[in-house]
T-cell receptor, first 114, second 115 residues
C-alpha cells in the first residue's frame, strides 16, 4: 500500500510564475490536508479538503493560493504569481475519513522562488 | 484558536539515556495529540498518538502521557539510539467535533543522540 505521494519533490520558479503542487492520498483515504513549513519552523495548516469539497481553508492566504481535490486525480495546491516569501516546504497529509484524525504525511514539495 | 507550545527546542543526550519532550496546549476542546518525527529532507512520520480519553500510551521505547487538567502532554523515549536523532513535533487537534480536523503543531525539538 503506497504512502502519500507528492510531486514534484523540488520546484524552482521565478517571481511571478505559477507553482502547481500535486498530492495523491493513500489508497482508501478521502481527506487531504495541506501544510506549509518554513525553515526551522513547525508546520502550519493551510487547507483541508474532501473529494470535490473544501472543508476548511482558514489557513490559506486569501490571494494567489487555491486548492482543489477533484473526483478523479490528485489534490492540487496552486500558487499564482509566486513571490520569494512563498519559498517553503509544502506537505500534504491524508486520512481515512470522519472520526479518523490520524494523518499520514507525504515527502513534501520544496518550492524555491528566485 | 488553539496554540501549542513545545520545549525544549534542542535536546542532546548520550546514547542509552532517556529523552523527554513536553508540550502544552491552550484549547480544552482538543482531543487528539499525535507526535511526529521528521528527518532531514523528509516528511513528518507519525510515531505515536494519544486521544483525550487515555492518560498514557506506550509503544516499545516510546511513550506519551497526557494531563488534560493541566493541558500538557509529553513524549518519552527510553534507551535512545543514534537513529533517534531527528526533529520531533507535537500537535493537537479538535478532531471532528465540527469541521475541524487540522493539526496545530509545536515548533519542534531537535534531538541529538551522541554515540
Amino acid at each position: 500500500n503506497a504512502g502519500v505521494m507528492q510531486n514534484p519533490r523540488h520546484l524552482v520558479r521565478r517571481r511571478g510564475q505559477e507553482a502547481r503542487l500535486r498530492c495523491s492520498p493513500m489508497k482508501g483515504h478521502s481527506h487531504v490536508y495541506w501544510y506549509r513549513q518554513l525553515p526551522e519552523e513547525g508546520l502550519k495548516f493551510m487547507v483541508y479538503l474532501q473529494k470535490e469539497n473544501i472543508i476548511d481553508e482558514s489557513g490559506m492566504p486569501k490571494e494567489r493560493f487555491s486548492a482543489e481535490f477533484p473526483k478523479e486525480g490528485p489534490s492540487i495546491l496552486r500558487i499564482q504569481q509566486v513571490v520569494r516569501g512563498d519559498s517553503a516546504a509544502y506537505f500534504c497529509a491524508s486520512s481515512p475519513g470522519r472520526a479518523q484524525e490520524t494523518q499520514y504525511f507525504g515527502p513534501g514539495t520544496r518550492l524555491l522562488v528566485l | 484558536g488553539e496554540n501549542v507550545e513545545q520545549h525544549p527546542s534542542t535536546l542532546s543526550v548520550q546514547e542509552g539515556d532517556s529523552a523527554v519532550i513536553k508540550c502544552t496546549y491552550s484549547d480544552s476542546a482538543s482531543n487528539y495529540f499525535p507526535w511526529y518525527k521528521q528527518e532531514l529532507g523528509k516528511g513528518p512520520q507519525l510515531i505515536i498518538d494519544i486521544r483525550s480519553n487515555v492518560g498514557e500510551k506506550k509503544d516499545q521505547r516510546i511513550a506519551v502521557t497526557l494531563n488534560k487538567t493541566a493541558k500538557h502532554f509529553s513524549l518519552h523515549i527510553t534507551e535512545t539510539q543514534p537513529e533517534d536523532s531527528a526533529v520531533y513535533f507535537c500537535a493537537a487537534s479538535i478532531g471532528y467535533g465540527g469541521s475541524q480536523g487540522n493539526l496545530i503543531f509545536g515548533k519542534g525539538t531537535k534531538l541529538s543522540v551522541k554515540p
